[in-house]
C-alpha cells in the first residue's frame, strides 16, 4: 500500500496503521477517546497526505470548472474556497471536493485519496472535450496536515509568519510554516476551528514535528471519523458513492442549475431536481449506549421486516454521550422526529430522525 511521506513518524510515535483508501494510514496512537477530545478542547494534528490535489491554471481555469464540476467556480473570490461535487453525466456523485481560487485564473482542487484516479480521468476526459490543457496533478509533490482545535490557530500563529486573522473560514492565503512555504487553508473535517496546511513532501516531518513540539496531539483516523460523523460531513464510500445524487444526499444546493452555460450531468440533474427523490440522507440518535453501525438495515417501527433504509455511518458519540448516525431512508420516512427502527446484531433500538448536524462548535 502507498504510504504518506509521515510514516516513519507515526511508527516512530507508536501510531496503529489501518488500509483506508488503498492507503497505510495511522488509526491510532493513544485512545481514539483521547485524541477526539484532544481536537474538541484543544489542537489535534492529522495526517492528510494521501489526499489528491489537482491544479487548475492558465486562461479558461474558470470556464472550465464550470463545465466540470456542478459548482460554479468563476463565482469564488480570488483567496476563498467552495465545498463541490464532480458528477457523471446521470448526476450521480463521482467525488466531493473542495475548491480554492488562488487567483483569476489559478485554482486548487482537492479530491479524496480513494477517488483520485477516478477524478483526474474525468477531469481530463473533459479538459479534452473542452481543448483545456492546464490541468496537473501534483498529489505526489505535496504533504497535507491538518491542524483542528479551539485552540489549532493559536498555535500555528507562533509557527507562521501569515495573519491568520486575516484568514475566515473557507479561505485560502500563503505563508511560511516553521519557515517552510505553505498554502493555508482554513477549512477542516471536523466540525472545529482551524488549517489544512499544504506545503512540499520533502519537508512533512518538519513542519509535523514543530506543530507538536507547539503542542498539537497527533490523531488518527479513527477520532477523524467520529468528529466528522459528530459535525454531519459526509464521507465517500458511506454517505456519497456512484449510486447516490446531490438531491438525495441533501446537496442540491451545490448544484447550480441557474445558469446558462452547460455542465457535465447538467440535464439529468435538472431532472432529478424537479422529482421527490427516493431516498434522503438523514441524521438519527438514540439512548444508551449500544451504537448503531454501516450497513444496519432500518425499519419503520420495531415489528416491521421491510427495511426503509441503512446506516451509513454510526456510532457512540464521544461528545454528546449517545448513539448518534447517518443513514438514507425512504423519503416518507425521513421527517425530523420520526422514530425508525434499527437491528443492531439481532436487537430492534429505536432511533429518531434529526437534523444535521449533531454537534456545533461554540463561536
Known amino acids: 500500500m502507498p504510504q504518506t511521506p509521515l510514516h516513519a513518524e507515526h511508527a516512530r510515535l507508536g501510531a496503529s496503521f489501518t488500509d483506508f483508501g488503498g492507503w497505510d494510514m495511522p488509526v491510532r496512537y493513544s485512545s481514539d477517546l483521547a485524541e477526539h477530545q484532544a481536537v474538541r ?9 494521501h489526499m489528491a490535489e489537482i491544479f487548475i491554471t492558465g486562461p479558461g481555469s474558470a470556464a472550465f470548472l464550470d463545465y466540470a464540476l456542478v459548482g460554479q ?17 446521470q448526476g450521480n456523485i463521482i467525488d466531493d471536493l ?10 486548487l482542487v482537492i479530491a479524496n485519496a480513494g477517488n483520485r484516479h477516478a477524478v483526474v480521468v474525468a477531469l481530463n476526459e473533459r479538459a479534452a ?3 483545456f490543457q492546464g490541468l496537473a496533478d501534483k498529489s505526489d509533490e505535496f504533504a497535507l496536515l491538518a491542524i483542528q482545535g479551539p485552540k ?17 473560514y473557507y479561505s485560502i492565503g500563503t505563508g511560511n510554516v516553521s519557515g517552510v512555504s505553505s498554502y493555508l487553508c482554513r477549512t477542516g473535517y471536523t466540525g472545529e476551528d482551524g488549517f489544512e496546511i499544504l506545503f512540499p513532501a520533502d519537508k512533512a516531518a518538519v513542519v509535523f514535528n514543530a506543530l507538536i513540539a507547539s503542542g498539537a496531539t497527533p490523531c488518527g483516523l479513527a477520532s477523524r471519523d467520529t468528529l466528522r460523523l459528530e459535525a454531519g460531513m459526509p464521507l465517500y464510500g458511506h454517505e456519497l458513492n456512484l449510486e447516490t445524487n446531490p438531491y438525495q444526499a ?8 441557474d445558469r446558462a452555460e452547460d455542465f457535465v ?13 427516493d431516498k434522503k440522507l438523514v441524521g438519527l440518535i438514540g439512548e444508551g449506549k449500544r451504537a448503531a453501525r454501516a450497513e444496519y438495515s432500518l425499519y419503520s417501527s420495531i415489528d416491521s421486516t421491510e427495511p426503509i433504509g441503512e446506516i451509513t455511518s454510526g456510532a457512540l458519540s464521544p461528545t454528546l454521550g449517545y448513539p448518534v448516525a447517518m443513514a438514507y431512508v425512504a ?14 446484531r439481532g436487537t430492534r433500538a429505536e432511533m429518531t430522525v434529526v437534523n444535521l448536524p449533531f454537534y456545533k462548535r461554540s463561536k
Open 41 to 49: 478542547e484543544s489542537a489535534g494534528l492529522f495526517d492528510i497526505s
Open 73 to 89: 467556480a468563476s463565482a469564488i473570490s480570488n483567496g476563498k474556497a467552495k465545498y463541490s461535487l464532480i458528477c457523471n453525466t
Open 98 to 107: 473542495i475548491v480554492y481560487r488562488l487567483a483569476d485564473e489559478e485554482f
Open 129 to 131: 472535450s473542452q481543448g
Open 152 to 168: 489549532a490557530t493559536a498555535l500555528l500563529q507562533t509557527l507562521t509568519d501569515a495573519d491568520l486573522s486575516a484568514l475566515p
Open 250 to 257: 441533501g446537496f442540491g444546493r451545490v448544484v447550480k442549475l
Open 265 to 277: 450531468g447538467k440535464s439529468a440533474l435538472a431532472a432529478l431536481s424537479n422529482q421527490s427523490p
Open 331 to 344: 423519503t416518507a420516512s425521513s421527517e425530523v422526529g420520526n422514530i425508525v427502527s434499527v437491528d443492531i
